[in-house]
C-alpha cells in the first residue's frame, strides 16, 4: 500500500462530529434535500433538530428589493446601486470610481471605463445576475469621440448574444466623470455558460472559504466566518444545546474557532441564515442536494460541492476558462423554489464529477492513526478509535 500524506484528519477524540460533522448529513439536522426536482426530508429520528428543520411551503413575497454590496461605489444620492422587480434587476447609472476610496481610477477613459464594468459586476453579482444575464445598457460619454475606445473594452465583458445598447454623448457627468454606464438584467433567463468547480485550499477549513467565496467572492473568510458561527451559537443556548451541538455550548464555541475542526450541517444552517441565503451542499457521491435556509423562503441560492471530504464552490461562468472575476455564484430563486436552469446544470455537474468518481467514500476509505499507526477503515472506525485512545490525527492510505 501507498501512504496518501496529502490527506491527513484531526478527529476530536470525545466530539460526536469527529469525522461525521464535515458531512451535509452527518451532523443529524433538518434539511431538504433535491434530486432532479424532487424534495426529500429528513427521518423522522432527525425531527428533534427543529431549529434547523427546512420546509417546503412556497409562497410568493416578492416585492421590490434594494441591493447593496460594498464592492462596489456607494450610491452618491438618494438611489439604490439597484432594485430588484418583477424578475428584472435594475442597475444604476455605474462611476469608474475605486469602492475603497470613492475615487476615479484615473483621469483616462479607457481606465474608467474598465473601473465601471468591474463595479457594474460586483452590482449584478450581489443581486443574483451576471453579464451573461444583461439584456439592455445605457452608455453616458461625457465625449462622444471615446466611443471606439470603450467599445473595445465593453466588448471583453458581454458574451454573445450581446445586450442591447444605446449610447449618448451628455453635457456632464456626476464629479465630472469621463463615462455612465447603467443596465438591465434579466434574472431567470436561461442562461449560456457552463458550471464550474472553484478549488478551495485542501484544509479542515475549505466549508468556511467556500461559502466564502460564493458569498463575498473571497478565498480568505474561514477566520471571520468561525467568529460569526461561534457569536450566534453562544447567543443562544436553549437552541444550540448540547443535544444538538454534541457537547456544550461554549466548549463548542472554542471548538469551532478552532482552524483544524471541520464544519458541516450545523454551521451551513446558521451562515445560510447570517447572509440571508440559502445553502445548496451537492454531494457527489450520492448526487444529492442538501438545502440550507430554505424554510426562510429566501429569494437567493448559493452552491457548494461536496466530495465526502473537502468542500468546493460552484459557480457559473460565461465560457471555459474564464477568469474568475466573471462567475456568477448567486441565484434568484423563483416562485417554484428553483434557480432555474442552473440547478439542472448542476446537479449534471454532481453526476459528471460521480461518475468520474470524483469523492472518497467515508465509509470504506482506509486511514492510520498517525500516533500508534494502527488501521482503520471508514469513519466509524475512527470515531471509535478516536474516543477510546485520544488520538485524533490520521491518515488517508490506499
Not at 128 to 145: E, F, N, P, Q, W
Not at 172 to 188: N, V
Amino acid at each position: 500500500m501507498a501512504w496518501c500524506a496529502a490527506r491527513t484528519f484531526n478527529v476530536p477524540a470525545i466530539d460526536v462530529g469527529a469525522l461525521r460533522t464535515r458531512a451535509p448529513l452527518a451532523a443529524g439536522v433538518g434539511f431538504a434535500s433535491l434530486a432532479g426536482s424532487n424534495l426529500w426530508r429528513s427521518s423522522s429520528s432527525m425531527k428533534r433538530f427543529t431549529p434547523f428543520a427546512c420546509l417546503s411551503i412556497s409562497t410568493d413575497t416578492r416585492i421590490k428589493e434594494a441591493v447593496k454590496t460594498d464592492k462596489a461605489p456607494a450610491a452618491l444620492g438618494p438611489y439604490s446601486q439597484a432594485i430588484k422587480a418583477n424578475d428584472f434587476l435594475y442597475v444604476s447609472g455605474v462611476l469608474g470610481l475605486i469602492p475603497e476610496t470613492g475615487k476615479f481610477v484615473s483621469d483616462n477613459v479607457e481606465d474608467q471605463t474598465e473601473q465601471v464594468l468591474k463595479n457594474m459586476g460586483e452590482i449584478l453579482k450581489a443581486g443574483g445576475a451576471s453579464y451573461s444575464s444583461v439584456v439592455k445598457t445605457t452608455i453616458m460619454l461625457a465625449d462622444l469621440k471615446d466611443f471606439k475606445k470603450v467599445n473595445e473594452i465593453y466588448a471583453k465583458y458581454f458574451p454573445s448574444p450581446a445586450p442591447a445598447r444605446s449610447t449618448y454623448q451628455v453635457a456632464a457627468l456626476p464629479l465630472d466623470a469621463k463615462i455612465e454606464i447603467e443596465c438591465i438584467a434579466a434574472l431567470f433567463i436561461d442562461m449560456e455558460g457552463i458550471v464550474v468547480r472553484r478549488v478551495i485550499p485542501s484544509d479542515n477549513s475549505c466549508l468556511f472559504n467556500a461559502v466564502g467565496y460564493v458569498m463575498d467572492h473571497d478565498k480568505q473568510k474561514a477566520p471571520e466566518l468561525r467568529q460569526v458561527i461561534a457569536a450566534t451559537v453562544a447567543s443562544d443556548p436553549p437552541k444550540y444545546s448540547e443535544a444538538i451541538l454534541g457537547k456544550p455550548n461554549g466548549e463548542y464555541c472554542t471548538w469551532i474557532l478552532n482552524s483544524e475542526k471541520w464544519g458541516g450541517a450545523i454551521e451551513l444552517s446558521i451562515l445560510a441564515d447570517y447572509y440571508g441565503r440559502e445553502i445548496a451542499a451537492y454531494d457527489i457521491q450520492t448526487t444529492r442536494c442538501d438545502l440550507y435556509g430554505q424554510e426562510m423562503m429566501y429569494s437567493e441560492r448559493v452552491m457548494l460541492i461536496y466530495d465526502g471530504l473537502h468542500y468546493d464552490a460552484l459557480a457559473m461562468s460565461p465560457f471555459e476558462g474564464a477568469p474568475e472575476e466573471f462567475d456568477q455564484t448567486i441565484f434568484s430563486v423563483q416562485r417554484d423554489r428553483t434557480i432555474g436552469p442552473v440547478e439542472r446544470l448542476a446537479l449534471n455537474f454532481a453526476k459528471e464529477q460521480q461518475r468520474k468518481r470524483s469523492y472518497t467514500d467515508t465509509s470504506n476509505f482506509t486511514l492510520r492513526c498517525g500516533v500508534c499507526q494502527i488501521g482503520v477503515i471508514g469513519q466509524k472506525e475512527a470515531v471509535e478509535h478516536a474516543q477510546a485512545t485520544g488520538h485524533v490525527n490520521f491518515q488517508e492510505y490506499r
